[in-house]
Each structure stands twice: as C-alpha cells, then as structure tokens.
C-alpha cells in the first residue's frame, strides 16, 4: 500500500525488533523508498532465506538507515523509551529529512515535531510497504548482531534464539548465569538473580 505519495511528499517507515528479547539491543530501522516495491510481508511473515534476499533489494532501492539503543539504556529508560530513542536514532542517520514517517506500533517518537507528519499504525508492518522494508532490515541487522555475540557466548544459543526467551536460552542462564548483554530487569532474569 503507498500512503499519498507526491512530488512533495518523503516518506519513512519506521519499525523495530527485540523489543521483547532476555538479551542484546533494540534495533529499529527507517527506510525511504526510491521506487516501490510490492513486498510480500514483514519480517515475521518471510523465511531467512526470504528475509536475505529482500534486504538486498531494499538496500539497494533506498535510503536506509539503523538506530539502536543498548542494553544499558534499555535498563535506564525502560524498554518503551529506549525503543523510541532507537527510532529517533535510526530517522536522524537518514541522508535525506523525510516529511511523513510511519511508525509500526502505537507510539510516537519524542521528537515528532521535526516531521510534517508521524503517525502510528497498528500492524502497519501488514500494510506499508515502508514499513515492511524497516521491519526486514532491522530484522536481519540485529539477527546478524546476535550471531556475531554468539560466538563469544555459545551457551546461550543465540544464534538460533537470537536473545529471545526460549528454554535453551533459560536452562543456560540457570547453568551458566548472566551475561552483561542481558537485561537485567526483564522479569525472567530478575527472578533468576533474585534466588
């Protein structure tokens, strides 16, 4: 779906991932794209495989760019603010100012009033292709990320997890404890430091 693209009109989608992960970054992603592209879903709804050769097209018919905010300032701000700080992070790393950014989710980021307009859609990453485009390409980057920590951290399986929660990933931290990657507030690990 394109939303009233025009001559005047510079548009950016907005969406995240790991927002919800025991370990590693919030990473969200802002993509302006130079030609349209009927993608077929977001990054939930692709294969790797699919996700892979995607973000090669999206990368090579955009303006892209990554924000994140570490797992540090995911436990000073709570993750809602951190993920909002990643979004503004990704926005401001643009080569060019969009004038409307669509933000998969219901939140808005803190410094909306740069933009002509932002709005936030539920499932936009359903509808928009932008917002599909964001959703792969943070998708793959923090993916990528992981796999990189997960050779100095094999136990954790995050390779395979890539932070989330799964019972490989908890039956490690049981055994072998937390690592400074975690997020040390998340419930799951604060019941585990709390024994």
Do not use: Q
């Not at 969406?15 to 302006?32: F, H, K, N, W």
């Not at 307009?117 to 792969?136: H, P, T």
């Not at 920590?149 to 136990?155: G, K, R, T």
């Not at 049981?174 to 585990?192: E, M, N, S, W």
């Amino acid at each position: 779906m394109v939303y009233r693209k025009s001559e005047n009109t510079l548009i950016a989608g907005i969406d995240e991932v790991g927002r919800g992960c025991l370990a590693g970054p919030v990473v969200a992603c802002a993509v302006i794209l130079k030609e349209n592209l009927a993608i077929p879903g977001d990054s939930k709804a692709l294969s790797s495989a699919a996700r892979l050769s995607w973000y090669d097209k999206i990368m090579s018919n955009s303006y892209s760019a990554v924000g994140m905010s570490t797992v540090k300032e995911i436990e000073t701000m709570n993750i809602l603010n951190a993920t909002l700080l990643a979004m503004e992070r990704a926005l401001e790393r643009l080569p060019v100012m969009p004038t409307t950014v669509l933000i998969d989710g219901r939140d808005i980021i803190h410094n909306a009033e740069k933009y002509k307009e932002v709005k936030s859609i539920i499932s936009g990453d359903k509808i928009y292709e932008e917002i599909k485009a964001a959703s792969i390409v943070a998708k793959v980057t923090r993916d990528r990320l992981m796999e990189e920590l997960d050779h100095a951290y094999p136990y954790y399986r995050w390779r395979f997890n890539k932070g989330y929660g799964t019972k490989a990933h908890l039956e490690a931290l049981a055994k072998y404890g937390v690592t400074d990657h975690h997020r040390r507030k998340f419930a799951p690990i604060r019941k585990l430091l709390l024994r």
